[in-house]
């Protein structure tokens, strides 16, 4: 069983895009380097920045969520952006649409 997490976030303001982007990026990298990440993924999607990534457990995803560039976006968030996310468990990779539905249907804002 996989676990796919979901988010959609929107920037705040225009001056806080660069602070928003700095983090974005260094996530993904961290993402994509993650162990237990099979694959992670960004689009914008009617003017939400969305992730999609799929991870072999949830404890994978808890575990990068915590640490590194991640944590440090967290630490951040509230200054930069609003948004919401969600995660599920999948027999398989999602595609985009689905995920996107899941999230419209189950994201818990933050």
Not at 21 to 34: F, I, N, T, V
Not at 54 to 60: C, F, V
Not at 82 to 106: L, M, N, Q, V
Request: proline fraction near 4%; include cysteine; charge should be positive.
């Amino acid at each position: 069983m996989l676990y796919v997490s979901v988010t959609g976030l929107r920037v705040k303001s225009f001056w806080r895009i660069p602070l928003f982007w700095r983090h974005a990026l260094a996530s993904m990298r961290q993402a994509k380097r993650a162990p237990g990440n099979l694959s992670a993924d960004a689009r914008r999607i009617d003017g939400v920045q969305h992730t999609l990534s799929i991870w072999r457990s949830r404890d994978d995803m808890r575990a990068f969520m915590s640490t590194g560039a991640h944590r440090a976006a967290m630490k951040d968030f509230r200054l930069m952006a609003t948004g919401s996310t969600c995660g599920f468990k999948a027999e398989h990779p999602p595609t985009w649409d689905e995920a996107i539905a899941y999230w419209r249907a189950h994201g818990k804002a933050y």
